[in-house]
């Protein structure tokens, strides 16, 4: 497996297995909840997946998330639109209402900022049938 000193965290340490969100991944992920202050209407979290794990579809409604790489490769679609292969330095951002889902490639820890904004709309599973035919 590729950049696997991820796993412990590249600027911030990659905090605890993700149990609270584990329903809607496949595969495990850790979260280090960054700012999560209820005075703010945004939440930071560094996320960290290991190879293979990526999240279900999901949208985040009335809000936005802005996704910045920090370590190893992950991909990042929107539905009806090719995979983006994601690279440390790389900077995504999701507008409200927008289907898409989140990841580390086959081969590759993966790690990202997640400053979010909104309610989250978690959906179905991304299928073995899109994910395995990805080529990072
Ligand atoms: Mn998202």
Avoid at 17 to 39: E, I
Avoid at 52 to 73: A, K
């Amino acid at each position: 497996m590729k950049n696997e000193d991820v796993k412990n965290g590249v600027v911030f340490s990659a905090g605890e297995k993700n149990d609270a969100f584990a329903q809607y991944f496949v595969g495990q992920s850790y979260l280090n909840n960054l700012v999560a202050d209820p005075k703010i209407n945004v939440g930071v979290g560094n996320v960290t997946f290991e190879p293979s794990c990526r999240n279900n579809w999901h949208i985040h409604h009335n809000g936005y998330q802005i996704l910045l790489v920090t370590g190893g490769e992950g991909w990042y679609q929107e539905k009806g639109k090719p995979a983006q292969l994601l690279k440390p330095g790389d900077v995504v951002v999701t507008h409200d209402g927008i289907k898409h889902w989140h990841g580390a490639t086959k081969n590759s820890w993966f790690e990202h900022l997640a400053i979010t904004t909104g309610t989250p709309e978690w959906l179905e599973p991304v299928t073995d049938e899109i994910y395995n035919n990805l080529e990072a």
